[in-house]
């Protein structure tokens, strides 16, 4: 998936999902509040069940979010889509957020990959192994076989935020780096309807800007959001 080839094979294989609240509701709560979040069914994440589980803030690109935490861990994996019904968050010094008839979409769900439509790279490097830019294609799943995904076909069920109107918190879609040294890149927005994104330094959570050196690059992982706001990441390594 370097210089020109692109990791066509790759197939991805939903294992589990997360649970998140985004909000345009000033004042924001400070990064880390206290929260809560009632199910409508009992969820599984590892080894913890149950309907009811605390939570904390966290501030994206714009707007905040609530995500729960159970027992260190924030990906369910059953059931295959979220229980359907009433949802009740609460954030300390905030208020009570109740979200009535939630549905789960079947466009993606836990062991299933087929309709998923997703990017497939190819990393462009200069001389000194420096990632200049990140070509990209978008595939479909057809029949358990990927096949380029139509442009019509990708218009329809990915959401950008930089042409489509919509309170959808944050940017979409992303890439986001994870580097050896344990650290993170802040998210890089790439478009929709492009096939690539120039990476000349990227902001590192907690530290100084940087150029990516692709032998410091553990993985990247690409995030995409339906129409329907579920986002769905992809994880990427070599």
């Given at each position: 998936m370097q210089n020109g080839s692109y990791n066509e094979s790759y197939i991805p294989n939903p294992v589990n999902y997360a649970t998140l609240m985004g909000a345009f509701d000033t004042p924001n709560p400070q990064e880390g509040t206290h929260g809560t979040i009632t199910f409508p069914g009992t969820v599984t994440s590892g080894s913890v069940s149950g309907t009811y589980f605390d939570g904390t803030?966290?501030?994206?690109?714009g707007g905040w979010g609530f995500q729960p935490d159970f027992g260190g861990n924030n990906a369910i994996t059953d059931p295959p889509i979220p229980p359907a019904g009433t949802y009740i968050i609460t954030v300390d010094g905030k208020g009570t957020y109740t979200f009535h008839n939630?549905?789960?979409t079947e466009l993606a769900q836990v062991g299933v990959n087929e309709g998923m439509i997703y990017p497939v790279f190819s990393i462009i490097t200069d001389a000194e192994g420096y990632i200049t830019a990140l070509n990209y294609k978008w595939q479909i799943i057809e029949n358990g076989t990927p096949r380029p995904a139509t442009p019509e076909e990708v218009e329809v069920a990915i959401l950008d935020t930089d042409i489509d109107p919509s309170e959808y918190v944050g940017m979409a879609p992303i890439i986001q780096?994870?580097?050896t040294d344990d650290s993170s890149s802040d998210p890089v927005k790439i478009s929709r309807d492009g096939s690539s994104?120039?990476?000349d330094t990227v902001s590192v959570i907690g530290g100084s800007p940087r150029r990516v050196k692709l032998t410091e690059v553990k993985f990247f992982q690409a995030a995409t959001t339906l129409s329907s706001f579920v986002t769905c990441k992809f994880s990427y390594s070599w």
């Amino acid at each position: 998936m370097q210089n020109g080839s692109y990791n066509e094979s790759y197939i991805p294989n939903p294992v589990n999902y997360a649970t998140l609240m985004g909000a345009f509701d000033t004042p924001n709560p400070q990064e880390g509040t206290h929260g809560t979040i009632t199910f409508p069914g009992t969820v599984t994440s590892g080894s913890v069940s149950g309907t009811y589980f605390d939570g904390t803030v966290f501030l994206p690109n714009g707007g905040w979010g609530f995500q729960p935490d159970f027992g260190g861990n924030n990906a369910i994996t059953d059931p295959p889509i979220p229980p359907a019904g009433t949802y009740i968050i609460t954030v300390d010094g905030k208020g009570t957020y109740t979200f009535h008839n939630v549905q789960g979409t079947e466009l993606a769900q836990v062991g299933v990959n087929e309709g998923m439509i997703y990017p497939v790279f190819s990393i462009i490097t200069d001389a000194e192994g420096y990632i200049t830019a990140l070509n990209y294609k978008w595939q479909i799943i057809e029949n358990g076989t990927p096949r380029p995904a139509t442009p019509e076909e990708v218009e329809v069920a990915i959401l950008d935020t930089d042409i489509d109107p919509s309170e959808y918190v944050g940017m979409a879609p992303i890439i986001q780096f994870w580097f050896t040294d344990d650290s993170s890149s802040d998210p890089v927005k790439i478009s929709r309807d492009g096939s690539s994104v120039s990476i000349d330094t990227v902001s590192v959570i907690g530290g100084s800007p940087r150029r990516v050196k692709l032998t410091e690059v553990k993985f990247f992982q690409a995030a995409t959001t339906l129409s329907s706001f579920v986002t769905c990441k992809f994880s990427y390594s070599w």
